[in-house]
């Protein structure tokens, strides 16, 4: 990977597989790094905790903020414990896993704290390859939201999605290329149940990771037999 200019990152880190992953991608293009996780609402805070050991480990500055209003806004099933998960994508929309707004106030807050540290690059590990039916996960959203939060601030931030294009094998891949994958592997929290590590092993997001890390490791046996 070719290391592109040294200035600061501002990282949204949640703690889980693609965003820790994305965090060392960070460090490795930019001279320092910022991550700042959010709170709210979430029924499995677990991830904040190993958040914060991750940052910790990393040497990464790290900040916490409270936006509880994101899961109060509307009935999704990773704030709302009455509400049974979608384990599959729903034939007429997004799964109820999905948090209406999440990215576009994650990455809204993220630029204003960005700006008030002189911070122009922000770095989110949203993919539209393994977008899971989430549309705020998608390129056109990102692209979109980050001409509205330049004419919005009148700034030039730019947001950078590392993972945007690839699939969950070729994260895997990336973490391992960065040195990380038994980190990310053994220390992240992807699981919808909260258990972490490869996690309960039948959520959707724990269907999507393992699969993914199947493919990685075969494929690299094959190369290395």
């Keep these: 990977m070719k290391p592109m200019n040294k200035e600061t990152a501002l990282v949204v880190f949640s703690g889980g597989q693609d965003s820790t992953t994305c965090l060392f991608w960070a460090k490795r293009n930019f001279r320092r790094v910022v991550a700042l996780t959010f709170v709210y609402g979430q029924k499995h805070v677990l991830e904040v905790q190993m958040a914060q050991a991750i940052a910790q480990e990393a040497d990464v500055e790290w900040h916490q903020m409270d936006v509880s209003f994101i899961g109060q806004l509307g009935r999704n099933s990773l704030t709302d414990s009455s509400l049974e998960m979608d384990?599959?994508?729903?034939?007429?929309?997004?799964?109820?896993?999905?948090?209406?707004?999440?990215?576009?106030?994650?990455l809204s807050i993220a630029a204003v704290f960005a700006r008030e540290r002189g911070i122009n690059h922000l770095v989110t590990g949203v993919s539209q390859t393994d977008f899971s039916g989430y549309p705020d996960c998608r390129d056109a959203f990102i692209k979109s939201l980050n001409v509205t939060l330049n004419l919005g601030m009148d700034e030039q931030?730019?947001?950078?999605?590392?993972?945007m294009w690839i699939d969950k094998a070729q994260t895997w891949a990336m973490a391992d290329e960065l040195g990380v994958l038994d980190l990310v592997r053994q220390r992240t929290?992807?699981?919808?149940?909260g258990i972490p590590g490869d996690g309960c092993g039948h959520c959707p997001a724990c269907k999507l990771r393992r699969e993914g890390l199947r493919l990685y490791l075969c494929e690299k046996e094959g190369r290395q037999g």
Excluded: M, S
């Excluded at 729903?90 to 896993?97: K, M, Q, R």
């Design 157 to 163: 931030f730019v947001i950078h999605t590392p993972l």
């Design 87 to 106: 384990q599959e994508k729903p034939a007429d929309g997004p799964p109820n896993t999905f948090v209406p707004g999440r990215n576009l106030f994650f």
């Design 189 to 193: 929290l992807t699981c919808y149940n």
